[in-house]
């Protein structure tokens, strides 16, 4: 156990529809970094967010969007999602950029279905 | 892209030691090696990392070696748990605008046989 949850689990929607992805951090950690795993491939850097800030971003386009709150739990959000959307989602939390102990936690993460 | 390249895949004797290798020629001065590794549908969990000197902890061994192009991870007694997709990640620490971001390749994955 990471301390890291990731909410809902599973989820199914369809080509053009929105959704909201949700991250609850480890206690004591102010980034939140997200990555999409789609099936047999590494995980890949979507963003991260550093005390509510976007902090970095990956190959992504815009319709991939996030939040990260005061309490540092975090969200993503994909508008307008396409089949190739279809991927595991993971959240990782850690303590901070500069430290040397940057060690990031993930989540279970949420398998997303775009039908 | 990855900064890494590793085997594909490598299989292990359960109870024997597991040595995965890893080049990073390219690596800076400011990138640690970080190990993690990806038991199936679960999220990566985090293994050992270090800058230039050889690290121990409760899971792991990692050897990185001088010149830094190169390490290994050892597994000192590997079991069946440990079953997964290996990945090395060169990482940088450095408060830059890339610090912490977690670049994964295709990774080793690591068969442990009875």
């Known amino acids: 156990e990471t301390g890291v949850t990731q909410s809902p689990t599973h989820l199914i929607k369809t080509r053009g529809q929105q959704v909201t992805l949700r991250c609850s951090s480890q206690?004591?950690?102010?980034?939140v970094s997200w990555y999409q795993q789609a099936l047999g491939q590494g995980p890949q850097f979507i963003f991260q967010?550093?005390?509510?800030?976007?902090?970095g971003r990956g190959n992504f386009p815009p319709r991939f969007s996030g939040l990260q709150f005061p309490n540092y739990s975090s969200e993503l959000n994909v508008n307008a999602l396409e089949l190739d959307d279809s991927a595991l989602y993971l959240c990782a939390s850690s303590q901070g950029q500069t430290l040397a102990k940057n060690i990031q936690y993930f989540g279970a993460g949420t398998r997303l279905s775009v039908l | 892209d990855a900064k890494t390249t590793q085997p594909p895949s490598m299989d292990c004797a359960e109870g024997r030691a597991a040595n995965l290798p890893c080049n990073h020629s390219?690596?800076?001065?400011?990138?640690?090696v970080y190990w993690y590794r990806q038991i199936h549908s679960q999220g990566p969990q985090y293994i050992i990392h270090?800058?230039?000197n050889n690290e121990t902890n409760e899971m792991a061994s990692l050897i990185i070696t001088e010149d830094r192009k190169s390490s290994t991870l050892i597994l000192p007694h590997a079991t069946l748990r440990d079953t997964a997709v290996y990945y090395c990640?060169?990482?940088?620490?450095?408060?830059?605008?890339?610090?912490?971001?977690?670049?994964f390749g295709q990774g080793t994955t690591l068969q442990v046989k009875p």
């Open positions: 206690s004591g950690h102010n980034t």
């Open positions: 270090g800058l230039k």
């Open positions: 990640i060169a990482m940088l620490t450095d408060g830059s605008s890339n610090t912490g971001k977690l670049i």
């Open positions: 967010y550093y005390r509510e800030e976007e902090n």
């Open positions: 390219t690596i800076s001065g400011n990138e640690y």
